[in-house]
């Protein structure tokens, strides 16, 4: 009798045990699938990008939060074009201590940190409006997204152009155009995965 209360007791938390493992063993297993499953679809949903490679190596960490969810990844793009864009500010604003810097120059480096600074604000709309795409107007809001996200490269060209027909030191064109580069490439993978969306 005693041996048998013994292994009645010692039963409980056996079966305890092996119901954990066999309901923690599908969710494991789950999150092994699901991981290839979000970078591949990041991978494919680039594809339709401007610069589908750089699509790949700046969204792909995002892989886990995004899933399958197109409207994350939009919101992910543009979100990764605000860090560009505030790189950006840092690389241009670092110019204007840079000696033997021109009163031209100058000139030129205030007028792209501004378009830059709206760039970000630009950004930062199109975020918001994405973030309203469950309203009644989910046009509209669509329509502010891509508004925003296109107003992001016109300000880019904007800042090159400051700097095109005037007497500027290539090393300080070499950085405004990197900077600018980069912030229009963003932007455009970004516009072209809400372009997509529906």
Known sequence: MEVYSTCKSMMLPLLAIVLFISL???AATAAKVSRPAYTNFVKTKCNITTYPSLCQKTLIP????V????TRLCKAALNVAISGARSATVAVSGLKKKKGITKTEAAAIKDCFEDVKDAIYELKLAVDAMGHLGDKDKEFQL???KTYASAVITDADSCTEGFSGRKVNPAVKKIVNSCMANITKLASNALALINHLY
């Open 24 to 26: 923690t063993q599908p």
């Open 62 to 65: 995002y892989a886990s939060s």
């Open 67 to 70: 899933k399958i969810n197109s």
């Open 143 to 145: 329509a502010n997204a």
